[in-house]
């Protein structure tokens, strides 16, 4: 921390201890955080910081889930260092699969834009895919003559389903984009504080 003048130092372990199945979640979670533009590789539960990092979760007025969020918004200068990951010594991690479940969880739904991004996603997709299904009923009715009333009512289901599908795609998109630029904002309030 002294050598690089360092805000944050995080001990990245050369090897973990942890079970496969547990190591491979952790590995997936930074994946999926990853999609949002934060590296999250270089962090560990296992750091030193200055009291200037500290200083910025008495600004905050929001509760704090996800602690490493708070870490990187409030530290200028962050590295990393190998260190050796040791078994434990003692006693039973509290965290159980659910709740490490659970935090994963919070952290893709409440601390990333992933959600929002998959919404806006899925809406474009599935409209795409209702008004090709439409076309092809117009099409069966016009060249078969499908039975009467069937083909309207299959069309007006597709269609509408569609055009709310774009409609919750664009909402999500303009949300996505509402969280972004809040996000940047209380990071500039932060470091102006």
Not at 71 to 80: C, E, Q, T
Not at 118 to 136: E, H, K, N, P
Request: proline share 2%; glycine share 6%; no cysteine.
């Amino acid at each position: 921390m002294e050598d690089n003048n360092s805000d944050l130092v995080y001990g990245v372990y050369q090897k973990k201890k942890h079970s496969a199945f547990r190591n491979f979640a952790s590995w997936m979670l930074k994946r999926i955080m990853h999609i949002d533009g934060v590296n999250y590789n270089e962090t560990s539960s296992f750091r030193v910081m200055n009291s200037s990092v500290i200083k910025g979760f008495k600004r905050d007025i929001t509760p704090v889930y996800f602690l490493e969020e708070m870490l990187i918004k409030n530290a200028g200068r962050i590295k990393s260092i190998e260190v050796e990951h040791g078994n434990r010594a003692e006693g039973k991690s509290s965290y159980s699969n659910f709740k490490l479940f659970q935090m994963a969880l919070t952290m893709i739904l409440f601390h990333s834009s992933i959600p929002l991004k998959l919404i806006t996603r899925f809406g474009l997709l599935m409209s795409f895919v209702f008004f090709v299904i439409g076309v092809y009923f117009i099409y069966i009715k016009m060249v078969y003559n499908a039975p009467l009333g069937y083909t309207s009512i299959i069309v007006a289901i597709f269609f509408s389903t569609g055009l709310i599908m774009l409609s919750l795609g664009v909402i999500g998109e303009f949300i996505r984009k509402i969280w972004i630029s809040q996000k940047r904002l209380d990071e500039v309030v932060v470091l102006t504080k």
